[in-house]
């Protein structure tokens, strides 16, 4: 399927924009933090860039650290800011805004909302070292990288033709952007992973994306097997665990079973361990997991 | 939850995404039926192993009929299928689907072929495009106006979305209802507003010739036919309104996820959407904990996994109360679903499953 060699994830750090990408619930947002964290304390001035977050202001940049700056990209406002920077004249640009008839169509026309989502990121990429795209999960972030194609092909002619044209070149070159697909151990979001990476090929046929693998549980196999459970989970009779100790056995062997057929595939596997949080600490949950992961990916050396 | 899949007609799963809404959804249909209704589960995107484990061939414009692979399911467990129930399940074929749609909005075939060959509606038919959502309700309409069901459960894809799939109808409603699309109708030379001629030109000049000669071509096909349009989005507004559906929102237990779902819950209001319930799945809290009974000598690998686990399950009942929060004005409760050991193969699986949500 990939006659190129997967990329590491070291590789793909190294280059100035990286998009983290993979189904909802993979644990995508904190790693991606944690990689932008890690680029920043590595000296590399960093933007972590989020997409129409509703918990976050609209169009909100954030110093979070020395080097470490924070995004809530919105197509609106990217809207706004591609449309005066073109027609240049201010008041020719608000005239055009306010009209109705471009405020439906910035919403509703098609492939607009996501190629300006883009745009704005792609844009922005001067004043960085380094972007570290944290993508909405599978369905929309493929949505956004369709619709650059669609202008680029479809539409021809027009700066916005000409800007997504431009936007595709840039993303389809391993030089300048990298994609990194984070999945956890199970079936599904692996299998999820695999047509994820075929629909980027067949968009960027030369950046061939790379994986990490999120959240490693514990190996428990000589637990497991005192226990009697058949290492092979097709065995099983139910998905459903009998209690908190036995899911733990059954989900070290589901692991262990699914990272095989991954290795058997000939997918080297990259991973980060799953992250203890504590209860009592001052710290959010979610600031615990993305400072476990950071500490992570330093110590492996990939920022 | 049990009185909710006696009672409702249409349940639609919502919910972040990564939660096993799929799988959820599919036990819902089959407590439904082991209630004696008759069920259809229309699912979008499912992971292919449950489309296959179901039995489903794959994508349809029909409903797959199920009820006699339950039935041996369940009797696989020493369950009996009441008489009356039946089970069917469906993966609509967006893209034909909304085609179809489109053609039966109109009786000229010319118009529609016009629409379906435009690259814009290429672009909408897309797998990704948001349409996804809209045609599913579509579908959802068609199966409910069929007769043949009265509990219909419609597992729509992850709730961002979905927020956009609500405003969908209202946002094309808006297209007509505000004239705005007579702009692009009236050939350019009649518009008597020197300021649009302006914006149109601006737009021409920013978008380029050729799409805003597509845009043109499909909002004046799209003119011809809204008359059907308009009364079709009605029509979809009316059903998503009446009391027959009710939303089941579906979650992780993460504090994360409450200030998306309280979102959510605001956009179901403002839309005068009933919402039924919230399911978190995929807890460790739904397992009981052996506590002492780990031997003390077990390896420190096995203690500091179940370790992890119990850190899981303090951070679930954390998020939990939030999630509390956010269906304690309705008089609701969350109800706690466990995380899988694996992943679901079959329909016996499902049944597993199902048999937890009384």
Known sequence: ?303 | MKSILSRRKIIITAGTGGVGKTTLSASMGIRAAMDGRKVCVITIDPAKRLATSLGMQGLGDQPTDLTEQLRQALAQQGLELPKAATFSALMPDTRSTFENFFRSLTDQEELADRMVRNPLFQIFAREFSGTNEYMALQKLSSIHESGKYDCIILDTPPSRSTLEFLDAPKLLAQLFDANLIQWLVVPANKIASAAMKKVLGLMEKLMGASFMGHMVDFVTVLFEMRTGFTDHLRRMIRLMESEDVGVMLVTGAHSDFSEELSHFRGHLEKHGIRLDGMVVNRTIGAYRDEGAEIPPASASEFRSAVELLRSLKGREERGLENLKKIVAAGGLEPRLMPELARDVHDLEDLVQIARRLD
């Open chain 1, 1 to 303: 399927m990939n006659s190129l060699a997967r990329p590491s994830v070291k590789q793909l750090l190294s280059r100035p924009v990286l998009f983290v990408s993979g189904k909802g619930g993979v644990g995508k947002t904190s790693a991606a933090q944690a990689i932008a964290r890690a680029q920043a304390r590595a000296g590399k001035k960093t933007l972590w860039v989020g997409f129409e977050d509703p918990t976050r202001p609209p169009g909100e940049l954030t110093r979070k650290a020395k080097d470490l700056y924070e995004l809530n990209c919105v197509a609106e406002l990217a809207f706004e800011e591609y449309v005066g920077m073109k027609l240049r004249v201010p008041g020719l640009a608000h005239l055009f805004l306010r009209n109705p008839l471009v405020k439906f169509l910035a919403k509703a026309g098609p492939g607009v909302h996501e190629l300006v989502l883009l745009g704005k990121l792609w844009y922005e990429r001067r004043n960085y070292d380094c972007i570290v795209a944290d993508m909405p999960s599978t369905g929309f972030g493929l949505a956004m990288f369709q619709s650059i194609e669609n202008w680029s092909r479809l539409f021809k002619g027009g700066p916005l033709h000409k800007d997504a044209a431009e936007m595709l070149e840039t993303f389809a070159d391993p030089k300048e952007c990298g994609q990194l697909i984070v999945a956890l151990p199970e079936e599904m979001p692996l299998r999820e992973s695999l047509e994820l990476e075929e629909f980027l090929l067949r968009l960027f046929p030369k950046n061939s994306p790379g994986f990490l693998v999120n959240r490693l549980f514990p190996k428990l196999e000589a637990e497991a097997a005192a226990r009697r459970i058949s290492p092979d989970p097709d065995d099983w009779e139910s998905p459903v665990a009998e209690s908190i100790q036995d899911f733990a056995l059954r989900r070290s062997l589901l692991e262990n079973h699914n990272l095989a057929t991954w290795r058997n595939a000939g997918i080297e596997i990259e991973s980060l361990a799953w992250q203890q949080v504590r209860l009592e600490s001052e710290l959010s949950e979610f600031d615990q997991v993305v400072l476990a992961l950071e500490k992570q990916i330093t110590q492996r050396g990939w920022a």
